[in-house]
Structures are given as C-alpha cells and as structure tokens.
T-cell receptor, first 113, second 116 residues
Framework: DQQVKQNSPSLSVQEGRISILNCDYT??????FLWYKKYPAEGPTFLIS?????DKNEDGRFTVFLNKSAKHLSLHIVPSQPGDSAVYFC????????????FGAGTRLTVKP | NAGVMQNPRHLVRRRGQEARLRCSPM?????VYWYRQLPEEGLKFMVY????????ESGMPKERFSAEFPKEGPSILRIQQVVRGDSAAYFC??????????????FGPGTRLTVL
C-alpha cells in the first residue's frame, strides 16, 4: 500500500534555477510531513517539515508547500546548487503515532553547473 | 558527538544463513527505529524499540525477522534463513524520546544486505 507517492524518479535542473519536487499521499489521517535528503552511502538526513495546520514552511532556500485538499505537497529549492544533488524522500505520519513514518520512493535531483 | 552507527555497512549472506545487523544510537537516545529500503522503493518502517522493549513491530515480517534493543549494547536486527528477497538497505534511526515531532529521528548510514 503506497500511501506516499513520488511519481518522478528523477529531476534535472540547471544551477541557479528552481527545483520543484512533488509528493502525493492518500491517507487523510496524515497530518505531519517531512522531507529527507539522502546522499549515496549515507543515511537520510532531515531537511524540512510541515504540519497540516500550515500550508507553507520556509527555511532558507527550501520551502515546503502543503495542499491538503489535493493531498499534495511540494519542496521548492531556490536557487538550486550542485551540492543539492541527492535523493529526496517525502515522508508522512499521523502525529500521535509518529513512529510509523511512511516514505515515498524518492526523487533523484541532479543540479547541473 | 558521534551519530547513529550501523555495522556492518555491507553484508553478504547465502540463502538460508542468518544476518545480524547492529545499530548504536546517538548518545543519549533511547529510541531506535529500523527501516528497510528495497530497490526502487522508499524507506519502509519495520520496528520501533526502546531499551528492552519492542513498542511497535507492525512493519516487520512475522517470520524470520526479530529485533532487540538490550539494556547494554546496540540494537540488533536479526534475519534468520535469509532469502534473496531480503536483499535491501536496512536503516536504523534513533531519537531522544518519542516527541511530537518526527524530525528528531536521526538516521545511520545503513547496512546493505546482499543475499546470494
């Protein structure tokens, strides 16, 4: 049961431009969403999160947007840098039971110089 | 302050053998989570443990898989009689406590298990 979906396995962007990574979910009970970034041979590292009471959360170059009615969230990176090249995982949880995070399959972002 | 440590980083086993994966949480963390990432798939929650207790094992296969987090020493994920389908990357994460924010889970580098 794929409750969290990242339909784009890969994305290529030019340095300095905006990267937009998308994520859809099916479980309406999810109320907390996270993005993780993963480099090869390393574990995922937390990037940014958003609670369902918000529709936007910004941290430097990273902004996450949440559209609850569409069950869709997106991560915007602007401006994109070559060091942003990594696999990005979207994750969701029901906050009261947050040990069971559901992850998407990931999107591999390549930022070209 | 060392991060979450996992060993071995790579493990090769033949079908029918046992695999033991170890995870040492960050200092001061008493909660451990195990995830599995199959090829082309996202991370899938397997089990959540506190010291000497399994809190939630709803994501763990009922047979051949077990996990423990003893009072002393690392958390162990044990897979008995491995099959080729067990080949995956296994990630461990730790957190200081079960807080309201899941972003407090810190991940280890993972163990890549290959079953021949």
């Amino acid at each position: 049961d794929q409750q969290v979906k990242q339909n784009s396995p890969s994305l290529s962007v030019q340095e300095g431009r905006i990267s937009i990574l998308n994520c859809d979910y099916t479980n309406s009970m999810f109320d907390y969403f996270l993005w993780y970034k993963k480099y090869p041979a390393e574990g995922p590292t937390f990037l940014i999160s958003i609670s369902s009471i918000k529709d936007k959360n910004e941290d430097g170059r990273f902004t996450v947007f949440l559209n609850k009615s569409a069950k869709h969230l997106s991560l915007h990176i602007v401006p994109s840098q070559p060091g942003d090249s990594a696999v990005y995982f979207c994750a969701a949880s029901v906050e009261y039971n947050n040990n069971d995070m559901r992850f998407g399959a990931g999107t591999r972002l390549t930022v070209k110089p | 302050n060392a991060g979450v440590m996992q060993n071995p980083r790579h493990l090769v086993r033949r079908r029918g053998q046992e695999a033991r994966l170890r995870c040492s949480p960050m200092k001061g963390h008493s909660h451990v989570y195990w995830y599995r990432q199959l090829p082309e798939e996202g991370l899938k929650f397997m089990v959540y443990l506190q010291k000497e207790n399994i809190i939630d094992e709803s994501g763990m296969p009922k047979e051949r898989f077990s996990a423990e987090f003893p009072k002393e020493g690392p958390s162990i994920l044990r897979i008995q009689q491995v099959v080729r389908g067990d080949s995956a990357a296994y990630f461990c994460a730790s957190s200081p406590a079960l807080g309201r924010n899941t972003d407090t889970q810190y991940f280890g580098p993972g163990t890549r298990l290959t079953v021949l």
